[in-house]
T-cell receptor, first 113, second 112 residues
Framework: QQQVKQSPQSLIVQKGGISIINCAYE??????FPWYQQFPGKGPALLIA?????SEKKEGRFTISFNKSAKQFSLHIMDSQPGDSATYFC????????????FGQGTTLQVKP | EAGVTQFPSHSVIEKGQTVTLRCDPI?????LYWYRRVMGKEIKFLLHFVKESKQDESGMPNNRFLAERTGGTYSTLKVQPAELEDSGVYFC??????????FGPGTRLTVT
């Protein structure tokens, strides 16, 4: 049972463009939604996270948009750079429980110069 | 501050052998998690420690997997005997609370 569905599986964007990755979840008890960035040979690194009481969070070029009624959230990377080329994972957890993360399948982003 | 470290970075073993993976969390982090990513699929939760106690083992695949956390510090994950389907990347993560997990670089396990 896939509780968090992520799309697209891969994404190619030109330098300076906007990268958008979408995730949908099923469990309405989830209350924490992080995005992780992973470079080859490295572990996932926490990029940005959001709680369901806000609809948007921005940190630099990275923005999370959250739609609680639709049970969807997305990552927007503005002015995408070649250095942003990585695999991105969305995740969800219920922090009142163990806080274990339920991950999406991952999106491989390639930003072309 | 040192991050989460894992050892070894890569292990190749034959089916039926035993392998032990080690994770050293960030100092002071009581929460320690193990995850696994198999064949390019999603990263899946295995188990969660709070200090030396297992809080949630719901993701452990079967009884061939044994996790321990000595004195609430480092943790080991033993696979005995290993099967082909155990191949994958095993990640360890630690955190102060139930959010904000920091991941290690992972151990790539290949069972042949």
């Amino acid at each position: 049972q896939q509780q968090v569905k992520q799309s697209p599986q891969s994404l190619i964007v030109q330098k300076g463009g906007i990268s958008i990755i979408n995730c949908a979840y099923e469990n309405t008890a989830f209350d924490y939604f992080p995005w992780y960035q992973q470079f080859p040979g490295k572990g996932p690194a926490l990029l940005i996270a959001i709680r369901p009481d806000v609809s948007e969070k921005k940190e630099g070029r990275f923005t999370i948009s959250f739609n609680k009624s639709a049970k969807q959230f997305s990552l927007h990377i503005m002015d995408s750079q070649p250095g942003d080329s990585a695999t991105y994972f969305c995740a969800a957890s219920k922090t009142s429980n163990t806080g274990k993360l339920i991950f999406g399948q991952g999106t491989t982003l390639q930003v072309k110069p | 501050e040192a991050g989460v470290t894992q050892f070894p970075s890569h292990s190749v073993i034959e089916k039926g052998q035993t392998v032990t993976l080690r994770c050293d969390p960030i100092s002071g982090h009581d929460n320690l998690y193990w995850y696994r990513r198999v064949m390019g699929k999603e990263i899946k939760f295995l188990l969660h420690f709070v200090k030396e106690s297992k809080q949630d083992e719901s993701g452990m695949p079967n009884n061939r997997f044994l996790a321990e956390r000595t004195g609430g510090t480092y943790s080991t994950l033993k696979v005995q005997p290993a099967e082909l389907e155990d191949s994958g990347v095993y990640f360890c993560a630690s955190s102060h609370s139930n959010f904000g997990q920091y991941f290690g670089p992972g151990t790539r396990l290949t069972v042949t």
